[in-house]
């Protein structure tokens, strides 16, 4: 036997392979610190839309619960009057809520949204302790009311 | 099924007591408590518990790109004996519960289950009669992750928020082995079920 032959070179050789992927960039994403960059079309919680000036899209239709695989929406509709108005349309929804833990995010319901009021965005960060803090109601979905630049608009 | 679940966490060896607070508060014990929870927390040793689809994010997670060895959780021990962490990843159905609830039962304590996924957490878009509805009708689940699949960045999540709570356990409430005999009200006179008053209390 041959101990650099059989012994020191294949070793060497080995250690070789071993070296190059040291080398290497790394492709680790260190997730707390630093994110994976979601793709454009990622669909994780679901956030309710508002118009410019404020008002809410959705209808109360509840066509998004209608094409919901596994019915995690419920919708429930009420009237808009002319004191209180939600919605541009006649109606507007009283109570939304999405069971996120049944949800499977397909984005259907953003499919079949009339007035696109309903999308699917990045936020994936959606894991907790309890079964009963995954329903997420209307005013955890709903996007922020835009905030007026009063600066811009002169208002004093 | 709310009945079921609250049974399991009254009677589960490694649901914490609600502890006397009056009683503790003893100095040593808490900085042992931190000690032993920073060890316990960053040496997870997962079982590999794959059922369907999730297993496969799950595999991800631990692989080069997301890398669990950064949390000291790549260790995917194919034996209970060796795990600590069940992450339910999958749809269990009625046949593989009982062989679920005795995997979970031959782990040692302390223990945690992880429910990975629509599927695991509520049955999913498998509301029939062949899929368990909610992997915490048989084991009590200590995070669950929504998503269908949850991508490995979730899982992540789920796994830092995990470790947050093992964070916040005590030493004495951990090792309860025995049955708790005092029977907390299920229902008190407000109407707030026993679970949400134990979940308030951890």
């Known amino acids: ?100 833990l049944r949800c499977i995010y397909c984005g259907y319901c953003q499919d079949a949204c009339p007035t696109g009021a309903i999308v699917l965005r ?22 922020p009311l835009p905030v007026r630049d009063e600066v811009a608009e002169g208002v004093k | ?38 060890a316990r927390r960053n040496s997870i040793f997962p079982l590999t518990f794959g059922l369907a689809c999730c297993a496969i994010e799950m595999m991800s997670s631990a692989a080069s790109r997301f890398d669990l060895a950064r949390f000291g959780m790549e260790v995917f021990r194919a034996s209970p004996r060796q795990a600590d962490l069940m992450i339910v990843a999958g749809r269990v159905s009625k046949k593989m519960a009982p062989v679920l609830r005795q995997i979970y039962d031959q782990m040692p304590s302390p223990k945690w289950v992880v429910s990975m996924g629509a599927c695991a957490s509520c049955g999913g878009i498998f509301n029939n009669y062949a899929i368990v509805q909610g992997v915490d009708q048989i084991v009590p689940v200590d995070v669950y992750v929504p998503g269908c699949p949850p991508s490995p960045d979730a899982l992540i999540y789920a796994l830092i928020k995990l470790q947050q709570k093992i964070r916040t356990q005590r030493l004495g409430m951990l090792l309860e082995l025995t049955p708790r005999t005092e029977t907390p009200a299920l229902e008190t006179s407000d109407g707030t079920r026993a679970i949400e008053a134990s979940d308030a209390s951890k």
């Open chain 2, 1 to 38: 099924m709310d009945t079921r679940v609250q049974e399991i966490v009254l009677r589960d060896s490694s649901t914490p007591a609600i502890p006397n607070l009056e009683m503790g508060g003893n100095v040593l014990v808490t900085r042992l408590d931190e000690i032993v929870n920073w």
């Open chain 1, 122 to 143: 990045e936020d994936y960060e959606l894991a907790d302790y309890t079964r009963e803090s995954f329903i997420a109601t209307k005013e955890m979905l709903l996007e």
């Open chain 1, 1 to 100: 036997m041959n101990i650099v032959r059989d012994v020191l070179k294949p070793i060497g050789k080995g250690l070789k392979i071993t070296m190059r992927h040291f080398l290497e960039p790394k492709d680790t994403v260190s997730y707390p610190e630093q994110r994976k960059e979601q793709f454009a079309r990622t669909r994780w919680k679901h956030v309710l839309l508002r118009y410019e000036n404020g008002l809410e899209r959705c209808i109360g239709c509840s066509l998004c619960a209608g094409a919901c695989p596994v019915r995690c929406i419920y919708v429930e509709a009420a009237d808009n009057t002319d004191t209180e108005r939600y919605s541009p349309g006649e109606r507007y929804a009283k109570r939304y809520e999405i069971n996120l």
